[in-house]
């Protein structure tokens, strides 16, 4: 019978497609205060502050207070933030600064700028948008934002109202605006918009099921957590970067991130506790060392005394002087006389 054949072995998987296990998941579950620290640290910039705006020290900028309402109408479109971000400063590049300027210009002008810099699906209904907003602005409150807060008689509630009569500015876009003007208008401090409180939800800050008012404070409490100065910019700054975090799609990296530094300062702090307990550890071995050493000096020195032989402490002679003896010879021959008498 022929011999069989026998069935070739298989080939050896090549080792770039064999399947390799995936990295262990961090196991650290981070706290509201880590995710609240690492969201200031990596992304608590303002959106405001992006474009060179500094709210917080400026509340009675009134120029100031407009730009950051353009910048708010931008960022309330459908579109990414950083085109908004571009064309916001493109507008301002060009002198489109403060009301008079935006009403002043042709339609035509603020189209061409926004459609040049990323804004070309919104150019121009935006563009009409921001031509209503500075002519209402300039017809209704003298083209000064501060003169319709005091319209509103500092309420945030009636400032809400006054701004929605603004053409284009849906309660997204107050929302933004309301988010950083609080820097500069204390009234409306502490606020929080639906998007912030989304993005605290998703990364386990907050409870699911709170009210804004209950996430407001939990949050304001969080911001007080992180420093002892500066707790209301610290605040803008944190509802700031759960904005910026749920814009950019952010979530999981960010809690992935807080775990794993959770898990290495978990390390760092076990190692450090094993570095003082192997330090007493030394010490405590080097003490029983001294001391079971002077233990054994001190048995070696009993040792060496008890096989030395022991020596007789010789008693002192002491010499009797002459007078001594003469007394001693006088009484005696007065005593033996007094005997002698006495029979």
């Known amino acids: 019978m022929p011999p069989k054949r026998k069935s070739p072995s298989p080939s050896p998987i090549p080792s770039s497609l064999s399947s390799s296990p995936p990295p262990a998941l961090p196991t650290h579950q981070p706290t509201p205060a880590e995710i609240a620290r690492h969201l200031l640290a990596h992304h608590g910039i303002l959106f405001s502050e992006t474009l060179g705006l500094d709210l917080a020290h400026n ?96 309420d945030p509630v009636a400032l809400r109202t006054l701004l929605k009569q603004f053409k284009g500015l849906s309660d997204v876009g107050v929302d933004i605006f309301l988010r950083e003007a609080q820097l500069a208008l204390p009234e409306l401090f502490p606020f929080l918009d639906a998007k912030a409180a989304e993005g605290a939800k998703r990364l386990g800050m907050i409870n699911p099921d709170v009210g804004r008012e209950e996430a407001t404070q939990r949050l304001l409490e969080l911001a007080c957590e992180t420093g002892e100065e500066g707790a209301k910019e610290r605040f803008v700054r944190l509802v700031a970067a759960l904005v910026r975090v749920v814009l950019e799609k952010k979530v999981g990296e960010v809690v992935r991130r807080v775990a794993e530094e959770g898990e290495k300062r978990a390390g760092e702090e076990e190692e450090k506790m094993n570095d003082e307990n192997d330090r007493k550890e030394r010490q405590r071995r080097h003490t029983k060392l001294r001391r079971d050493a002077r233990g054994s000096q001190r048995h070696f020195n009993d040792d060496d005394d008890a096989s030395k032989p022991t020596q007789r402490t010789k008693r002192p002679r002491y010499k009797s002087s002459g007078h001594a003896s003469k007394r001693f010879a006088k009484s005696t021959n007065a005593h033996e006389a007094n005997i002698g008498s006495s029979e």
């Not at 085109?83 to 189209?111: D, H, I, Y």
């Not at 121009?124 to 907003?133: A, C």
């Open 59 to 154: 509340s009675l900028d009134d120029d100031l207070l407009f730009q950051w309402l353009v910048a708010s109408v931008l960022y309330s479109a459908r579109i990414r933030h950083h085109n908004s971000t571009r064309a916001a400063k493109a507008l301002f590049k060009a002198g489109f600064t403060n009301p008079q300027r935006m009403a002043g210009t042709a339609w035509e002008e603020r189209v061409r700028v926004l459609n040049e810099n990323g804004y070309a699906r919104y150019d121009e209904s935006t563009s009409r948008y921001l031509g209503d907003l500075s002519t209402h602005l300039l017809n209704s409150h003298s083209g000064s934002l501060l003169k319709l807060r005091a319209h509103a008689h500092n």
